[in-house]
């Protein structure tokens, strides 16, 4: 009988070990974005709000997890990219079946209230593949400066270059860079001097404060970094070209580096280790307050320069997943 019981005993336990190994095994895997990036805090709040606990993260930037779900490692991948975005057309082209989750009316109040971001409709006209618009939520892209070494002459330039020669970027969000939209994100944040002298000359009404510089025209470097995000994202490949428009047409030499994007370009410009760098206007505002992402560690000397375009989180799966919606995963 002690044979039996004990026997009984391992089959039993047996059985709960392979249960949790099938679990493990079903559990959605999920492309949330790289560390310390702010896809990677917006799509924990989304899955949060939907109650999903149970999946597989992969921190991954979003070109590689859209190899990722192409090849079907992953099942679902998050990003907060420009409208259409090329990586996820391209996805679709090689696939054939991408689908796009939207978030529920609940859950966008939720995100509301608890990071910043606004409701926001992609239009059924966005992508080839989409049947009708899908809801989610959105934030503005902004370009923020190092106010140790971005002095107010370039500042005025950066700003002034953005505007008048955006028709020189061939990236499709190069269309958003246009006076009109030049504050967008701008409210709460300190605004560099030398832009604030631009859009108050095209005739715009700065309100807010204003930045307090250490950089003087005098002593500026020759060479200057430019922080954007991964490659298979927007950041990189429109940061280069408005790196190179800047090159072209002031007094500066920036060079467009791949980073982790938004809390790591905050961060590397108050560590000193960046000149400019593009930023999701919501964890900006968390680094000049020391709140959120940036709770104990407020960024200095960081200031506005001007608005990109407006960055949307879009969540994107395959048909063959058979995942119509995130609240599937929460049952």
Do not use: C
């Not at 921190?59 to 859209?66: H, L, M, R, T, Y």
């Not at 970094?225 to 007094?251: C, M, R, V």
């Amino acid at each position: 009988m002690k044979v039996k019981k004990t026997l009984l005993r391992f089959t039993a336990a047996s059985v709960v070990s392979m249960v949790a190994a099938l679990s493990s095994a079903q559990a959605a895997r999920i492309a949330i974005g790289p560390p310390a990036s702010e896809t990677n805090s917006v799509s924990k709040v989304i899955l949060e709000a939907y109650g999903i606990k149970d999946y597989q993260p992969f921190q991954e930037s979003f070109g590689n997890a859209a190899d990722l779900v192409q090849d079907g490692n992953i099942d679902i991948s998050f990003g907060i990219l420009g409208v259409p975005a090329g990586s996820i057309e391209s996805l679709n082209a090689s696939t054939g079946d991408v689908v796009m989750l939207g978030l529920s009316d609940e859950v966008i109040a939720k995100a509301e209230e608890s990071s910043g971001y606004k409701s926001y409709n992609i239009s059924k006209d966005a992508y080839g593949f989409l049947d009708a618009d899908v809801p989610t939520i959105a934030a503005f892209a902004i370009m923020v400066a190092n106010n140790d070494t971005i002095d107010e002459e370039l500042g005025y330039q950066l700003a002034k270059i953005m505007v008048e020669n955006a028709k020189e970027i061939t990236h499709a969000q190069g269309a958003q860079l246009t006076l009109e939209n030049a504050l967008n994100g701008a409210e709460g944040l300190p605004i560099h001097p030398g832009a604030k002298r631009y859009y108050e000359e095209q005739g715009l009404k700065v309100e807010g404060p204003v930045a307090e510089l250490k950089a003087k025209a005098d002593k500026r470097k020759a060479e200057f970094t430019l922080g954007t995000g991964s490659q298979g994202g927007t950041y990189y490949p429109l940061g280069g070209e408005i790196a190179n428009i800047w090159n072209k047409h002031s007094d500066g030499n920036f060079t467009n580096v791949e980073t982790g994007a938004s809390l790591e370009n905050l961060a590397s410009i108050g560590r000193g280790r960046m000149d400019v760098g593009m930023s999701v206007h919501v964890p900006a505002l968390d680094s000049v307050n020391g709140t959120g992402q940036f709770n104990g560690r407020k960024v200095e000397n960081v200031s506005f320069i001007g608005h990109v375009y407006p960055e949307v989180v879009q969540i994107v799966t395959r048909k063959s997943t058979g995942i119509n919606s995130l609240a599937d995963l929460a049952k």
